[in-house]
């Protein structure tokens, strides 16, 4: 069993208490916030939401905001990981033919689909600033964090479309 990476555990407690108190987008949002501030390696938090057949940016927190805000699903790392419907890792994005920049800094990439009623409702994005900046245990932990956002992604399409 690949070993969560430190602090995870209450980490994950901390996202149930978020998913409790909070509902779709907010909730979407705190999430964000909390990985962002919790995690020095990851540089930008951002979660999609699958809509048809586009990945729209639903909430995100980092220190700057994305141009990539709708992704066709058959374009980018985004696109990759809810086509195969399986977590993508990017040790080196300047040898990822299919990678969409979105900052100058970005070195690796790491993306974790959300389920909800058994297929892919979105899909946790996050970059990082060192090649190989994400492991097995990011991964072991990004996929424990995504099981818990699958009501919030979903519940994220009822509201008004995001302005910014
Ligand atoms: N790099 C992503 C696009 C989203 S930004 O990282 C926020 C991709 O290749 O799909």
Redesign the pocket.
Known sequence: MTVLPRGAQPALLQIDAIVGRLRGRAALDEVCRFLFESFPHYR?V?VYRLDGATLVLEAWHGPQA?E?TR?PLER????QAAREDRTVIVDDVRSAPE??A?FLETRA?IVVPVHHGGRVVGEI?I?GNAVRAYDASDRAFLERVAEKLGPATAAAAEEPPRVD
Do not use: N, Q, R, V
């Open positions: 930008w951002g994305t990539h992704i980018g790392i985004c696109g990678y969409l979105c990439e994005d970059d």
